[in-house]
């Protein structure tokens, strides 16, 4: 609530710094986190609780998800300067790992259509972006070395598709399975690529492996649950225990950054904005495609 409450008036003293923001390719995806957080924290509430709350108040938070992706997903399909072949980056997965988990929402409370249309948009747009991900077209801008930490979303809208298509269907069948083996590949393809998140500091950023590993986890455990062979339920074991140990040292981490060392925010360069669009010369613009594979220039 008091981040809520502070966004608020940062979009009523500095709305030109926010609209900045929303043109970003990297932070313009973060407008769905709270959302999001919102729809997991309806999901957590106490059945006690759940009982006597309507379902149509937990649903509530898929609104500015469906707004958002309205002018979001109209700008990929009509193109222009914020075409999805200019902007996609793996923080668009958060694009649309937010009709996954609204679509989760939606079917636990038994709105199954309603769960069944934000599953069907999440996968259309999930396809496309995973194409033009694969592509790596030279309009698409490439995260700095800082923000690496953000390739680990790949695994999270298969394994979110996976357990939400579970819980519209009632079981874990071949199209849960197939989404669930699609984020476990990525998840192997990670982490035989350790050298892409080494050498660059603490940051926030960090924060992007939880989610994807809490979410493959927990879809592991559905497929153990529903498979019940000793290699599935070691999987399920070890994937949880990772997740668990990450989440903790990212907190202690963050902590210590934050209240002892200060050094919370050390790559606020890699996604800043400025105040004012900037004028490149030709041959900063030739300096800046040849280093292409290391900085973000957005204006």
Same mark, same amino acid.
């Given at each position: 609530?008091?981040?809520?409450?502070?966004y608020?008036?940062?979009?009523?003293?500095?709305?030109?710094?926010?609209?900045?923001?929303?043109?970003?390719?990297?932070?313009?995806?973060?407008?769905?986190?709270?959302?999001?957080?919102c729809?997991?924290?309806?999901? %957590?509430?106490?059945?006690?609780?759940?009982?006597?709350?309507?379902?149509?108040?937990?649903?509530?938070?898929?609104?500015?998800?469906?707004?958002?992706?309205?002018?979001?997903?109209?700008?990929?399909?009509?193109?222009?300067?914020?075409?999805?072949?200019?902007?996609?980056n793996?923080?668009?997965?958060?694009?649309?790992?937010?009709?996954?988990?609204g679509?989760?929402?939606?079917?636990?409370?038994?709105?199954?259509?309603?769960?069944?249309?934000?599953?069907?948009v #999440?996968?259309?747009?999930?396809?496309?972006?995973?194409?033009?991900l694969?592509?790596?077209?030279?309009?698409?801008?490439?995260?700095?070395?800082? @923000?690496?930490?953000?390739?680990?979303?790949?695994?999270?809208?298969?394994?979110?598709?996976?357990?939400?298509?579970? =819980?519209?269907? #009632?079981?874990?069948?071949?199209?849960?399975?197939?989404?669930?083996f699609? #984020?476990?590949?990525?998840?192997?393809?990670?982490?035989?690529?350790?050298?892409?998140?080494?050498?660059?500091?603490?940051?926030?950023?960090?924060w992007?492996? =939880?989610?994807?590993?809490?979410?493959?986890?927990?879809?592991?455990?559905h497929?153990?649950?529903?498979?019940?062979?000793?290699?599935?339920q070691? @999987?399920?074991?070890?994937?949880?225990?990772?997740?668990?140990?990450t989440?903790?040292? @990212?907190l202690?981490?963050?902590?210590?950054?934050?209240?002892?060392?200060? =050094?919370?925010?050390?790559?606020?360069?890699?996604?800043?904005?400025?105040?004012?669009?900037?004028?490149?010369?030709?041959?900063?613009?030739?300096?800046? %495609?040849?280093?292409?594979?290391?900085?973000?220039?957005?204006?």
């Amino acid at each position: 609530i008091s981040i809520f409450i502070t966004y608020l008036l940062k979009c009523f003293f500095y709305f030109e710094a926010v609209k900045r923001e929303y043109q970003h390719p990297v932070r313009m995806n973060f407008f769905f986190a709270p959302w999001i957080a919102c729809m997991f924290l309806a999901l %957590g509430l106490p059945p006690v609780v759940e009982a006597s709350i309507h379902p149509a108040f937990s649903c509530l938070f898929m609104v500015p998800v469906i707004i958002l992706e309205l002018k979001i997903y109209g700008q990929w399909l009509l193109g222009g300067d914020r075409r999805l072949s200019k902007m996609a980056n793996p923080s668009t997965h958060l694009a649309v790992v937010g009709n996954f988990i609204g679509s989760f929402l939606a079917a636990t409370v038994g709105w199954n259509e309603l769960a069944l249309f934000f599953w069907a948009v #999440g996968l259309a747009h999930y396809l496309v972006l995973l194409v033009t991900l694969y592509q790596r077209l030279p309009t698409t801008e490439l995260l700095p070395k800082d @923000l690496h930490p953000i390739f680990f979303l790949f695994i999270a809208a298969p394994n979110a598709a996976s357990t939400a298509w579970e =819980t519209i269907v #009632g079981d874990f069948d071949s199209v849960s399975r197939i989404l669930f083996f699609l #984020g476990l590949f990525f998840y192997s393809c990670l982490v035989v690529r350790l050298n892409l998140f080494r050498g660059f500091r603490f940051s926030v950023a960090w924060w992007a492996y =939880t989610y994807p590993m809490s979410a493959s986890a927990n879809a592991t455990i559905h497929y153990c649950n529903k498979v019940r062979h000793p290699f599935a339920q070691g @999987l399920a074991v070890l994937l949880s225990l990772i997740s668990v140990i990450t989440v903790f040292s @990212l907190l202690v981490s963050s902590l210590l950054h934050a209240f002892l060392w200060g =050094t919370l925010f050390p790559n606020d360069v890699a996604i800043a904005i400025t105040a004012m669009p900037c004028k490149t010369s030709q041959s900063e613009k030739a300096d800046t %495609g040849s280093n292409n594979s290391e900085t973000v220039v957005i204006v």
